[in-house]
């Protein structure tokens, strides 16, 4: 063998082929990414999961989903049957295991369906919210020059308490369970806005939006594709938190008569109602109250638990 003789392949083995440059860096990085927000969804229900509270609060809100959204089958009577054989039943009377009112009508199943009501209200009063309050509160804190005016707007709106605003939309369309979770939802918008706004602000000034900018990103796609998937997580724990804020609103509501009419079942009518038989049968107060404080106290105990798991800095991770 010569010296520039090139060396012979190995037997039975293709030959060589210089390597082709690849142009893996973007699925490298959206695989990365979504590895990152696999680990990441891990970790916050692991964290969930440890944690007693969290897994107590849960566990009430999907037995008390559950009940709301089958409420119509699950109620033993209907919210508006009564008996007048039967009234103020005490709780464990045959055929009305929380007793009757002073109509007859059984408290069980006026609580479930009322409860269903005042879901309903929460959810719908938050998500009108967020629908208006998030786009706002990502424009505020994204550009300077729609920020004052979104602020001044959120301080118009600060100015009239949703009582006041209840009592106008009763007073113009009447008093019922739309215009109470609208009442509600627009009277939530000033505190989402505020919050989103300050989250925006802050994922602003961090070095992923400055590099999407600089790389020619428009600011739609910095908005929707970089800010808003990050303050996912703020939006989230804040709506846990306005939500037993609506379910109170709808019952203050209610009580007032500016909510749900009779004889729909509601929580708060069923306060109203019970007030001047207190004495005499107090667990037509007592219950629905309790149902009040439970539903309220698990979103709250639940959205303290999920803010706590989904900061990055908790220990023990």
Known sequence: MTADTAPAQPP?????????????PASVASEQRRHGEMSRRARVIRRLRRNPLAVISFGV???????AALAPWLAPYAPEQTDFA???SPPGTPG????????????????????????????????TALLVAVPLGLAAGYFRSCDAV???????????PFLILAVGLAAIRGASLGNAALAIGIAQIPGVIRVVRSDTLRLKSLD??????VDGASDLWVLT????????????????????AAILGEAVLSFLGLGIQ?????????????QQFATRAPWTAVLPGVTIMVLALAFNVFGDSLRDALDPRGSGE
């Open 150 to 160: 979104i602020s001044r707007f959120t301080d118009l709106l600060l100015a009239f």
């Open 96 to 127: 009305h295991l929380l007793g009757t009112d002073d109509l007859g009508r059984d408290v069980l199943s006026r609580i479930m369906l009322g409860m269903r009501a005042s879901l309903e209200v929460g959810l719908l009063a938050v998500a």
């Open 61 to 67: 809100l999907v037995v008390a989903l559950l009940i």
């Open 86 to 88: 039967n009234t103020f």
């Open 12 to 24: 039975n083995q293709p030959p060589t082929q210089p390597h082709a440059p690849t142009n893996q």
């Open 262 to 274: 009779p004889p729909a079942p509601s929580l708060g009518t069923m306060l109203a109602t019970a």
């Open 208 to 213: 992923f939006v400055a590099a999407a900018v």
């Open 225 to 244: 594709r970089h800010i808003l998937p990050n303050a996912t997580s703020v939006i989230l724990v804040q709506a846990t938190v306005a939500i037993p």
